[in-house]
């Protein structure tokens, strides 16, 4: 799927744990007045959410944008790297095309070289699911390896209020890892090593905010990492916006910072039997 990046790689799974307390959050229009539910069920309701919004995302397209830096300890800039994509899905596989690297559009050749690229996995039909693509986004390619499915079982949560994200109240979670619980497995495990704040849209009942901090040395990466996810409403779908990784790393001649981000925006719902990149019907493509 077009020119390849090299993507900062560092698993994390985040689990939670928390006790039945009972909240009093904002009707949802549904009901007459303000719902009463349990911080466990408001985590339950957000894994749902996360699993359903993902399916849902291959109504849209729109435009990643990538970046990494590279520090010394002196604050030296070492590495500057960055991509922009457009993306689109077509019967419910996901394309990336490369649009831009390092902040400047593709050369001729760079462009039809990309074109190319993305043409014949298109023609292949060598996409991505949309759901595994979206769990990647906010997953695998920087590696968060978020299992949001075990979220009530492994971390204990304490309940800090009631908090606005981009003007909506959210319910914030302080959580800590549980020691008398342990999840079977080696990437589940290391998901053991995170204090994680969340933060779950008391309207919704989705996850607006996750931000961690590594507790231990884990892939190479030093505690005080930290990794922070931000999703926003999109026509009543929630989907990432913002990712980013913050922290140090040990390199072959010692430590390096290493700040990772990426955005997610211009969020759009199309047809899937028409190429929004190029925007004429894939019918109607010229032949060559």
């Not at 970046?67 to 010394?72: I, P, Q, Y």
């Not at 949309?130 to 079982?153: C, E, F, H, S, Y």
């Not at 990492?225 to 009543?236: A, N, T």
């Amino acid at each position: 799927m077009g020119a390849r990046i090299a993507w900062l790689r560092l698993y994390v799974a985040l689990f939670l744990w928390v006790p039945g307390i009972l909240l009093t959050l904002a009707q949802d229009g549904n009901e007459p007045g303000p719902r009463k539910i349990t911080v466990a069920e408001l985590l339950q309701s957000a894994v749902s959410h996360r699993w359903t919004d993902e399916t849902r995302a291959e109504q849209f397209t729109y435009r990643e944008t990538w970046r990494n830096r590279n520090f010394s300890t002196s604050g030296a800039l070492l590495v500057d790297q960055s991509a922009r994509f457009e993306a689109i899905a077509l019967h419910g596989q996901l394309y990336l095309r490369m649009t831009a690297r390092d902040g400047k559009p593709l050369s001729g050749a760079e462009e039809e070289q990309e074109s190319q690229s993305y043409d014949a996995a298109i023609a292949g039909s060598k996409g991505l699911a949309m759901p595994q693509r979206v769990a990647a986004l906010v997953t695998k390619d920087i590696n968060l390896g978020l299992q949001l499915d075990l979220l009530p079982d492994f971390y204990r949560c304490e309940l800090i209020g009631i908090e606005p994200i981009d003007g909506r109240n959210s319910v914030h979670l302080d959580c800590t890892p549980r020691r008398d619980r342990k999840p079977h497995g080696k990437a589940p495990a290391q998901g053991m090593n995170f204090r994680v704040q969340v933060w779950v849209d008391e309207q919704d009942h989705t996850f607006a905010r996750v931000d961690a901090q590594l507790l231990k040395n884990q892939d190479g990466f030093l505690p005080g990492s930290r990794i922070s996810l931000v999703w926003s409403p999109v026509e009543e779908v929630w989907l990432p916006t913002k990712m980013s990784v913050r922290g140090e790393t040990k390199a072959r001649h010692g430590p390096v910072q290493v700040e990772t981000e990426y955005s997610f925006s211009a969020y759009r719902r199309f047809r899937t039997d028409v190429r929004i990149l190029n925007t004429t019907p894939i019918d109607n493509q010229p032949q060559k």
